[in-house]
């Protein structure tokens, strides 16, 4: 009986080293089965700060594919590694100092212009978002574009390691939001009315009150607490 | 009628006037230029190296958007406004129906794109308002004739050369200057109108620049012409910027405005060319000067 629960087992080759895992573990935890400890290159787990980057083979198949390492599971017969860092070169701006002339991206980033459109940067995003059609529209000064299509980025840098014309693309589109969020999209206008709010005073009432309230009478209170 | 457009970076930018202009005159026309929903780069040169796939993929992946578009509009054309496009994506288009071999080729490594079937006509704006308007409709249209009007249509080379995506006649072009008869202007010939205006030597060479613009402008301005006309954003801006050089070196005495055709398209066939008008106050003195 214990043998037919057993979880199935395949083979996944890290850096050229086979190892059997069950089927169904991600990337990351089927190279902690096999006895890699992460000191590095771990992260959130959670597919948001994009530090497992990581690349495959298949079998048979010529394409090389990507993929975050703790949103993935495994395949048999994978041929895997994990990237945990891309050296990139990330200008240093201050977004108050810049416009939004045309050029402005192309100055902090000139290699833009080298993009020859190959599109392998958009085929390697883990996170498919159309990297190629944001250089290209940061390029034309089209920084709203930019800043759209790149949102998602979790700035794993695969797009840096495939590109042809050494574009640092992650670096590209973090600048076009930037440059977005501070002169071309409208202002959040209900955060600094929250904060006025907040300086003004409106808590003080209810945290002095609480102050002096015994712990049972705080318990109660919460239990009594109004939620959304 | 609707095209199948695209803009190249320059008229998101510095061309953005000449954009403005072009899509008001075809909507005055009678058709429609439309975007292509997304776009690259056209790859700025034709590169010459005769086995090179990489620098050619920028102008493939237009074409292909334009393949799309077109089954949408029932067209295989797409039209651009920037001479140095047209130039690029034609010779690649041209390279694809000369060498199947090589159309086959980046097919095969463009994997995730549908296959380009090579079957796509590259127009200039210009050829469009030639071909398939006429200059006879455009003069039934004339709301203010250009009468007084010197104008120098002024080609540079991206329209014209090499021979194989020449639309007009290499040494005597008159597209453009047919155009602007029609709409009542007195057209000067200019010998230096295919001449090259120096491109992109702007960048690195700005001397071999103002040596193409002084012959250029002296021969226009000898000739007595009121305004340069042209359809390139970056003859546009050479000639311009470089007249302002030339003319702080005590080179040239005086500027010659130059203009996009579509803008004087605009003054003339446009009910709305007030702005046009009070941006160029010497066209308005000129077109005073008929009624005496």
Redesign the interface.
Known sequence: MAEKNQIPLVSVFIMGKEYKVPSGLTLMKAMEYAGYRYTRGAGCRAGFCGACATIYRLKDDYRLKSALACQTTVDDGMYLVQLPFTPANKKKYDVEKLNIA??VILKEYPEIAR?????SCT?VCPQEL?V??YV?AS????IEKAAILSFDCVQCGLCAFRC?AEITQYHVGQLARRLNGKFVAPKAMHTEEAVAKLNSGITKKEISKLKVLKLAEIKDLYKKRVTE | MEYPYYPG?TL???GKKDEEAALEVAKLLGFELKELP????C?VVYNLTSDVM??H??AT?TLIRAQEMGRELKTNKLVTLCSMCYNVLKQVNLMYKNNPDKLNNVNLF?D?EEDYLGNIEIMHFLEVLYNDIGPEMIKAKVKTPLTNLKVDPYYGCMLLRPKTIAFDDQDAPHVMGDILSALGAKVIENPMTVECCGAHQIITNKEAVLDCVQRIVKASQSRGADVIVTPCPLCQYNLTTGQKSLFEKGKINHQTPVIYLSELLIISLSDNNQDYLKDYKFIKDKLEERGG
């Open positions: 045309h050029n993009c020859i459109s190959c599109n085929k159309k190629m059609d290209q390029l034309r000064g089209d042809p | 970076c998101k930018t510095t997304t776009w690259t780069c790859g990489a620098d993929l920028s992946r463009m995730t």
